[in-house]
């Protein structure tokens, strides 16, 4: 069973910046699509960013031209690049597939962006 390890995450002032990655046991964002996806405290979890076999993206509309999501195939990895950071970016962040697989959620990565 193929396992996904988030890191990266931390403190960071509102601005910032942070790139977060994934690192899957075994090949599977270059053969289905991964995606990244945050829970802030007291909310459910939700898609912040995809990307597609084929590399393309789509984004949650409040982090579009903030946030940049790609793939290392060769390293089995997915990142999401964070940028302009917001105080409501705060949340742990977490990959899988889209759509999910219950086998695959990991620990996540907290996220926290102070003012």
């Known amino acids: 069973q193929v396992q996904l390890v988030e890191s990266g995450g931390g403190l960071v002032q509102a601005g910032g910046s942070l790139r977060l990655s994934c690192a899957a046991s075994g090949r599977i964002f270059g053969v289905k699509t991964g995606a990244w996806y945050r829970q802030a405290l007291g909310k459910q979890r939700e898609l912040v960013a995809t990307?597609?076999?084929?590399?393309?993206?789509l984004y949650v509309d409040s982090v579009k031209g903030r946030f940049t999501i790609s793939r290392d195939d060769a390293k089995n990895t997915v990142y999401l690049q964070m940028n302009s950071l917001k105080l409501e970016d705060t949340g742990v962040y977490y990959c899988n597939l889209n759509p999910p697989s219950e086998l695959l959620w990991g620990q996540g990565t907290q996220v926290t962006v102070s003012s």
């Open positions: 990307i597609h076999v084929g590399g393309g993206a």
